[in-house]
DNA sequence: TATCCCGATGTAACCGGTTACAGCAAGAGC
DNA sequence: GCTCTTGCTGTAACCGGTTACATCGGGATA
């Protein structure tokens, strides 16, 4: 037996669905036992409004989309964790869509049209043609740490330039000079920001760059860690472009008796939860990225409110410096 | 400017709207040069169907309900990384809800009706009477992990109990006698388990169980570390209901100087991929909990295409010996 | 008592799609 | 040339709600 609706409530009440309607949704223009009579027919019929419909006819629906390139790793799950947070809070739900990595899926973008109120995309590895190609006009949209666009939408980017530079810096104060960037994949806004901070930051000092090319995941860190144990002339630092492959070379530094940060320092961005619970623990730069979320929620709702937005604000992640990185302080003193 | 329905894409391409719907949707009664010029003329207006209307037409929204008690951590993280990874492959969308601890959240459930064809729900510590009189009738629902009920829904069981009375069987095994049980919060069905589990175990080898309770959070975990540090005869073994209580435990004690495994054994219950992450590597069954979610849409899918599944599959964890128990075999030799 | 006003209720249009059914034109068969 | 079929297209009902507007009845007022 399918669903109560309306109309079998108000057959049942023996009133108009109009009345059902305004006595269910708290309408003052309904007598009072009225009111009550409907709202038990509609219990005892066990109805429940279908939000769909009501969306539709309201034309607002009272969700947000959301666009993540991944859930896997702890940083998107950080930030969904982020936006999540705000969302309930504000009686907003949420309409997930990855796109694991594939261009095409920008195409599902498409679907979110009519599902929902507004769109947060984050999205630092896709081609602004595509996103914009699909993206339903007139529909607000916060943009984390995308390709600059042509729209002029509400933005967050992260100053990545700046912030590898800091941690070259750090790392050559920690007494480093053979420092090999583990960089995300080419075409990645972040890591190529990443990258160019890192060679700056190197070349001032007449340092020489050196840039390996990673994927971003655990295993690119134990791959890079593997191809520079061998290596006659050691690396003295490893500064990977997230959390996740600095704690994969960490873990595999460690196994193969390469002491951290002794025979090498080894440093991440991000600062995941992950980061400050590894032996040692990881040195990085922290973006917030959970606040970020919850923060790009906030300006959704406050554009849904009528407010304007097309403000570009950036984000200055902060360095925390931790032992893999300091010989002096070690967090865990040696078992 | 409000968005081009398929109204004015009628209208702009001299057609009817049946047309217009009949050519998008790559029906085979339309003429091909009429079929595209309504696509050249949609696209020229940047026309992007209503999904939320089409659902409501076709009573099929292509979207399945997620409801989770809580995002914080990485095991509910991890079980949406599953459920978010079969979903996208099969082409449904996910609407997030989830009740932050809070049994009021189980309302939000009623939001979904209309908006979703089926509902995933994990919620260890919900009361079964809210969680039903708010769950849409006549929606198909998988659960996972829920207190008992009435309904004859398709649920995932996890042998709990079973579990960790293994894992006492392993701390013993391991020589341990003083083997102290970190809880998660009383009324939650898994840590209930897991605490029958655990002092079945110790009353059969005629040890006397002693149950600190927690919260499931690696706050939990520090404070009950720091509360044993200090006792006259310390335990030799903690075993924590969830790993981030236990991981939260082993940092606590390496700080203090306590050697893991040699002064205190620590083990967890999940296996959430931080786990095999820190130092030493923590012992503790693998649940498996993305498979789940994964499983779970799978199941909701055979659903949707008219199968009928009211089956109870039980999940029975495995054991995931690692350093943190294990004197001998270190993962990581000491610096 | 007639008039006005006001609050409660019903009718019907609308949100943006899909589709059953009707209509219509052209080609086939006689 | 006339009917029958076939294939394309349009009309209108429907999905399940909300709400502008019309209607209706009763109390207050003159």
Redesign the pocket.
Known sequence: M??????D??RAA????????????G?????????EHVQAVATALG????T???S????KTNAIGVMLPDLHGEFYSEALRGIDGEASARGLQLLLSNMHGDQRGAESLRFMR?RVDALIIMAPDIDPERLLAHLPASLPTVLISCPDMAADHPQFRIDNTAAADAMVEHLIAAGRRRIVHLSGPRGNRDAEERIAGYCAAMTRHGLSPRILTGNFDEESGTATAHALIGEAERADALFAANDMMAIGALVAFHRAGLAVPEDIAVAGFDDIPLARLVTPALTTMRVGIAEIGAEAVSRVAAILDGGDDTEIRWVVPQLVPRASTLADTREFPPA
Chains 1, 2 share one sequence.
């Open positions: 399918a669903h109560a609706t309306i109309r409530v108000a023996k009133v108009s669905i109009a009345t059902v309607s305004r006595a269910l949704n309408h003052s223009n309904v007598r009072a036992n009225v009111r109805y429940v409004p279908h769909g419909a009501r539709l006819s309201l034309a009519g």
